[in-house]
């Protein structure tokens, strides 16, 4: 463990043995860590997360994460937590289970081994997500986790990714067939009267989020649009709502902030389909998601 990190933990020491005394979070400030770097830098982390709990006085997330900083710091096989370890909003389940899969990713190449310190910050601003989203009721915690957990995912995902490496001149061969095209145009569809996300829209935005990625999409334009049944002032507030949904989605899901995202509800004014007033139409229910490149 560094000098810097040894300072770190002996200063949450001492404001612990000032306060109220111990429970699980003094028992890990006592323990020498062991094992790999990447394992003394989660112990850090985990502390950190268990100390600013027991600053709230939640003593059982305190704990949990004190725990976790044992095993950590003992040497402990390295366990991301599971999604089912928490009792999450049903709606924000979808991003976090994205959001682990992309760490186990990392982690399968060698993140914990080659980048021990971002690896460990990625992990506890996971686990943090998952603690703070559980809880539901602190908004920028939940901003501040989430962020700086894509960050790192990031980072992390650029650092890992194959590097090109000169190659000495091929022989003439047939051409390659060309690759498959990335989409650029997404339509996510809603139910009637409603702006929540089916898990069908869920997984468009998924591979939206994808296809943003891949293209080194510039910019993205959401319209939102309701079919002509109802009233034409209440269509354009619902076409307004589902395009905030999935706008919502898409900064849960880790949209990097330099991509733009312009938006905007059109009511009942654009249909896909051609029907008359007051006709429900499944097809005119739904929200178009552009990509582009300026």
């Not at 323990?31 to 990447?38: A, E, L, M, N, V």
């Not at 990713?105 to 998952?130: R, S």
């Not at 989409?183 to 943003?212: C, H, N, Y």
Request: include cysteine; proline fraction near 5%; aromatic fraction near 8%.
């Amino acid at each position: 463990m560094t000098n810097s990190g040894k300072l770190l933990v002996a200063g949450f020491a001492a404001a612990l043995l000032s306060g109220c005394g111990g429970q699980q979070l003094g028992k890990a400030l006592e323990i020498d860590p062991k094992g790999s770097t990447f394992q003394g830098h989660l112990y850090a982390e985990y502390i950190e997360l268990s100390q600013s709990e027991y600053d709230e006085s939640d003593w059982a997330d305190s704990d949990k994460f004190a725990m976790r900083a044992i095993s950590a710091g003992t040497g402990g096989p390295r366990s991301l937590e599971k999604i089912a370890a928490r009792e999450l909003p049903e709606d924000k389940v979808y991003a976090l289970t994205e959001a682990r899969k992309r760490l186990v990713n990392v982690f399968g190449k060698g993140a914990a081994e080659k980048y021990p310190a971002d690896a460990a910050h990625a992990q506890a601003m996971y686990e943090c997500w998952m603690q703070e989203q559980e809880e539901n009721f602190q908004p920028p915690d939940i901003k501040r986790c989430r962020a700086a957990l894509w960050d790192d995912l990031r980072k992390l995902e650029a650092a890992l990714a194959p590097k090109m490496m000169a190659a000495p001149a091929p022989m003439p061969a047939p051409a390659p067939a060309p690759a498959p095209a990335i989409p650029s145009s997404f339509i996510v569809f809603f139910d009637f009267d409603k702006a929540t996300l089916s898990e069908q829209a869920k997984a468009i935005i998924g591979e939206a989020m994808l296809a943003i990625r891949q293209s080194k999409a510039k910019s993205v334009v959401i319209t939102g649009h309701a079919d002509k049944s109802g009233a034409a002032k209440y269509n354009m507030e619902l076409s307004n709502a589902r395009v905030a949904v999935v706008a919502a989605a898409f900064a849960e899901g880790g949209l990097d902030s330099s991509v733009k995202v312009v938006s905007a509800g059109y009511g009942e004014e654009s249909p896909r389909i051609a029907t008359a007033d007051g006709q429900r139409s499944a097809a005119n229910r739904r929200v178009h998601i552009d990509l582009n490149q300026y």
